[in-house]
């Protein structure tokens, strides 16, 4: 498998009932990179990611994932191949920090997921300490965190995410940052929906989504002359 062939995804078109969002997005993933997926609000990217993953069911195109087609696998066959996406709906609050990430390591047997949240207690210490606590508990940055953990727990190679920093502080937006460039040099590649500027810092790659069609891709600083890519991206206004 050549790196070109990490992840690829041609046509996709998808949509709710009548109304379609998507119309023909044509993207590509290398290994270890990552990319940040921008737009305005409803032009999208959720619907993207989803489709991707299998949660919004695909009306045309394709989708392949190290050298294989994937759009006709459930959601859960691509998460075993190692597809992972972020969200904050899938931490139990009623659940303690450790049940939740034991959850996203259910597929790695009972040995390994227990080295496996060791090696992650290391990069989020403040879930160490509070591993014994209902994630309920957590503050909003803690439970972020948590979400990102529980993401990983089963080593997938592409994450994912939708929003990451929405609902977070400022200073915390940071620390989400700094783990996810931790993660991203040790290997995950990463595919953020984001609105927030900082995540740029991330970016390798941007792509604009604008009514539901790719209008730019291209690096930071190419989005950064573009000015229609500019308008698309509102936090890079002005
Ligand atoms: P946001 O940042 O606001 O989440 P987005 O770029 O992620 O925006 P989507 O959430 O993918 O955009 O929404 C794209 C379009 O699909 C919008 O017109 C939205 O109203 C519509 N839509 C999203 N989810 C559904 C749904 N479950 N049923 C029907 N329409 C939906």
Do not use: C
Not at 69 to 91: D, H, K, S, Y
Not at 133 to 148: D, F, H, M, T
């Amino acid at each position: 498998m050549s790196v070109e062939d990490f992840f690829r995804a041609a046509g996709v078109e998808a949509g709710y009932g009548a109304l379609q969002v998507l119309w023909g997005v044509e993207l590509s993933l290398r290994q270890g990179e990552s990319v940040v997926l921008l737009g305005a609000n409803g032009a999208g990217k959720t619907t993207l990611l989803r489709t991707l993953l299998g949660l919004v069911p695909l009306w045309r195109g394709e989708i392949r994932f190290l050298g294989r087609r994937i759009e006709t696998w459930p959601t859960e066959t691509r998460v075993r191949a190692g597809l992972a996406f972020m969200t904050e709906q899938g931490v139990f609050p009623n659940l303690s920090v450790e049940e939740n990430l034991a959850v996203g390591g259910f597929h790695l047997g009972r040995t390994t997921a227990r080295r496996r949240i060791g090696e992650l207690y290391e990069m989020f210490a403040d879930l160490r300490e509070k591993r014994r606590e209902p994630a309920a508990n957590l503050s909003g940055g803690q439970r972020k965190l948590l979400a990102v953990a529980k993401a990983v727990v089963a080593r997938p190679r592409l994450l994912l995410m939708d929003e990451p920093s929405a609902g977070l502080a400022p200073r915390l937006v940071g620390q989400v940052v700094e783990i996810l460039r931790q993660l991203h040099r040790d290997g995950l590649t990463l595919f953020i929906a984001e609105q927030n500027v900082k995540f740029l810092e991330l970016a390798q790659r941007t792509l604009v989504l604008e009514g539901g069609r790719v209008a730019f891709r291209g690096t930071v600083e190419e989005l950064r002359e573009n000015d229609a890519a500019r308008k698309a991206y509102f936090g890079l206004e002005g």
